[in-house]
């Protein structure tokens, strides 16, 4: 299935999500997730063509899936440029508006985040008229709990967020937060993943990597991933903590061993996950779960180091 070309879907790397702009409206462009802050420049770049393209001034409004550093680090310099109200899932909806940082996920993560103003809130069950389209909210817990992904019934064509990626789906968070129970967010991926399956969408955008069609072989590979974590939660906290180095350096370029350690200990998710997987008994400390991280990252080829280094292996 083509795209149709009121839509643009801009693949991004991946640390920032990609990007969706939702045209054919004359109030402009739904513009859904931002990107990760350290990319603002790009995403500010990239509406600007598409305003220019489309003869608008500015979008009608950004739209956020989820309250994640690199869905909504662009939200504050386009709301600043543009004046756009953010449209976004109700769970931390207040908490965004009051921007009160305790009860975000960036300083859990040691992620960051620019500040913005959130104006609406996206709810499940709602329909968003667009131009030529009607987009259903769907809730989508499972990555987050707040989580949403929005469907459009009459061209199948589903923006899928982190639920559904063309290779599995993004980290369970709630799996990594304190208090219930290792494995039972995993339900809520399984829902969705089965909302998604009866959904039967005929095109995906997601959250990372290529758009793609092939919607049974993508789910037949999220449900067998789902499989595997659920088996053993500790291959998920194993996997969580390393996605979460990648980001770190993907944010950095390089840090010195010092500074990477000191990063670790200092996030709360990683300490939890150290906790979880790296050393139970406590006796594996901070920098022997950084070296046990890195050096699995090293053997999968994605980091390489030297004595005072760690930075992300240069592709060919």
Known sequence: MKLPASIDFVERGWLSANMVLLG?????????DTGYVTHAPQSLALVAQHLAR????????????????D???GNGALQARHGSPVWMPPGEFEAAKAWDESRLSFDDT??????????????????????PCRWDVHAAPGHDPASVILFEPRQGILISADALWEKGFGIVFPE???????????????????????????LVLPGHG??????RTALMEARSR?????AEPIR?????????????????????????????????????????????????????????????????????????????????
């Open 110 to 131: 040691g992620q960051q985040c620019a500040r913005f103003v959130p104006h609406e809130q996206l709810l499940p069950g709602q329909q968003i008229e667009h131009g």
């Open 71 to 73: 869905h909504c680090g």
């Open 24 to 32: 054919g409206d004359l109030r402009g462009p739904l513009v859904v």
């Open 226 to 230: 789902l499989a595997y974590f659920r």
């Open 236 to 316: 998920h906290a194993l996997h969580a903590a390393k996605a979460l180095v990648m980001y770190h350096l993907l944010e950095w370029r390089e840090r010195s061993w010092e500074a990477l350690g000191t990063w670790i200990e200092s996030t709360p998710v990683q300490q939890r996950l150290r906790a979880l997987a790296g050393a139970p008994d406590e006796s594996m400390d901070a920098q022997a779960w950084t070296r046990t991280l890195v050096e699995s990252l090293c053997k999968s080829g994605q980091l390489q180091v030297d004595a005072q280094t760690v930075r992300l292996k240069q592709q060919a």
């Open 210 to 215: 290529a758009q793609f069609t092939e919607t």
């Open 54 to 69: 489309a003869g608008h001034e500015a979008p009608r409004a950004l739209l956020n899936t989820h309250l994640h550093s």
């Open 176 to 202: 990594l937060a304190p208090g219930p129970a290792l494995g039972a967010a995993f339900t809520e991926v399984e829902r969705t993943l089965d909302l998604i399956q009866a959904l039967q969408p005929a």
